[in-house]
């Protein structure tokens, strides 16, 4: 049984949830930053928290990680209750904001090896943990450096580092590829992917749609601080936005006549076939396998040969642009970062 697993016996806890969270609520004043959030991470998964900004997504991660105290509800993380047991419950969880907090008067290994002290390691046990972390985040030519002179993607990766120096069971990253360009940005969700690998419980804010199909096995939609939607990726994508087919002809020349043809069918709605001349394909939204069997059978019909059908779900952009009403960020590149040599 693992120390998770130990932990879930307690009292408040759902069965294979490393976080469980029931009617959370934090006001600011009249605003209500968080209305009623219920939510489960299983055990060494990724589940991403998507909103708009100002849906309360950091306000759920400071009420988890003990910075803030929730108005009312109940949060227990890898079995501890963030109100009651904050002691506890720190020394098990690991925290990443937006921007990287290292300091940069101190060297790389320097910032590791505090923490590490600030967890009560002993200095040879901190030595060893900050060597270890920054030969596996690639700092290790970088480590005598102060993290001044460390560029945007360097510092990121720091961060991380520094937030796995107490081997953590769960770990929250509150946008952790803000503003980086996008090599770091993959670099990034490589080791997300490489500590998830080592049994960490990840919850991941974002804004970016690709990073949340990279990296998130569940998803957790959150607006004006309630949740409107959550599951799996392909689930959400299924329930919002029905499927789009992908039809290629045997002869490139078929395809005008094969989109007039569906029209004609009336069997997807007027105009609503339309032809990507680009990929010699032409696109047909559809709610259902009935309505699938019908559009091959109207072309059969006409005697239109096939060469591919596929089906195709909408993006995650549309089906969050569907759930919100507001289209998702774009990941920016970043200004122009310090160069990465040796110094």
């Known amino acids: 049984m ?3 697993d130990k932990q879930l016996q307690r009292e408040g806890t759902a069965p294979g949830s490393a976080v469980t969270v029931r009617g959370l609520v934090k006001h600011y004043g009249e605003t209500k930053a968080l209305d009623g959030v219920d939510l489960d991470v299983r055990e060494g998964t990724v589940l991403g928290v998507l909103g708009p900004n100002g849906a309360g997504k950091t306000t759920l991660v400071r009420c988890l990680s003990t910075l803030i105290t929730p108005d009312s509800g109940s949060a227990f993380v890898a079995g501890y ?3 009651k047991q904050p002691r506890q419950l720190r020394r098990v969880i690991g925290l990443t904001g937006q921007y990287a907090s290292v300091d940069e008067k101190l060297s790389g290994r320097e910032n590791l090896y505090l923490i ?6 002993s200095r040879k046990d901190a030595r060893t943990r900050a060597d270890e972390l920054l030969e596996r985040f690639s700092l290790t030519e970088a480590a005598k450096r102060p993290a001044s002179t460390y560029s945007g993607g360097m510092r ?6 520094a937030s796995m120096i107490g081997r953590p069971a769960v770990l929250y990253l509150d946008e952790p590829t803000t503003g980086l360009d996008p090599r770091t940005r993959n670099e990034v969700w490589d080791e997300v992917q490489r500590m998830v690998g080592d049994g960490v419980t990840v919850l991941l804010t974002t804004q970016y749609m690709e990073e949340a ?3 998130a096995s569940e998803l957790t939609v959150i607006d004006r601080g309630k949740v409107i939607a959550g599951g799996r990726i392909d689930d959400l994508k299924a329930k919002v936005g029905g499927r789009t087919l992908r ?4 002869d490139p020349l078929e395809l005008r006549p094969m989109a007039a043809a569906l029209d004609d069918f009336g069997l997807t709605g007027p105009g609503s076939a339309t032809v990507d001349a680009e990929t010699g394909t032409v696109l047909v939204p559809i709610l259902s396998d009935e309505q699938l069997t019908a559009v091959v059978g109207a072309l059969s019909a006409r005697g239109i040969t096939l060469a591919g059908i596929t089906t195709e779900l909408p993006s995650l952009d549309e089906v969050f642009l569907s759930l919100t009403g507001h289209k998702a960020s774009a990941p920016q590149d970043a200004r122009p970062e310090l160069e990465e040599v040796a110094v």
């Open 116 to 121: 590490g002290r600030l967890l009560d390691l």
């Open 213 to 215: 199909e990279q990296l």
């Open 2 to 4: 693992t120390r998770i």
């Open 247 to 250: 039809i290629r002809p045997a």
């Open 156 to 161: 990121r990766r720091l961060d991380l580092a």
């Open 81 to 83: 209750d963030v109100v």
